[in-house]
């Protein structure tokens, strides 16, 4: 698998398509407004499918680990991108991002970002003691590989 983090240029801030903050509750209907959103770009049953499986996943952690709220933010500029953001306590991203293999199953997590990594076309982690940003790029026919 390459390595999405490296073999491809990060996406840069284009327009912005939707912005919003979340807790819990606000899941259901988050995911769905991200799908309305994407489905406008152009991105086909399978790409979707993956694209709000790594989203959500992005959501989830943010809530989870993140101190239980978080923002997602979706963008247009050659190519769909999200950036999820939380305000938790951060974490080493070197032990997650880049994974090309499968992490353990454990009760603390770690499949997360694997998973979301699996399902775009770029991921990027950055994060400290004052949060975490999440970035992805969705995996289209012409950027799978």
Sequence with gaps: MANPSRDRPAPTAGELLFSTSFTLTDLSRVRTEVEVVSRRCGLDHDEIEDWLTAVNELMIN???HGGGTGAVRLRLDGRLTCEVTDRGTG????QY??????????????MGLWVVGQMAHYLRADSG????????????RDTAG
């Design 62 to 64: 943010a809530i989870r």
């Design 91 to 94: 974490f080493d991203t070197t």
């Design 97 to 110: 991002v880049p994974s090309a293999e499968r992490p353990p199953l454990s009760s603390a997590g770690g």
């Design 129 to 140: 003691p004052a949060g975490t940003t999440i970035r992805i790029a969705a995996r289209t």
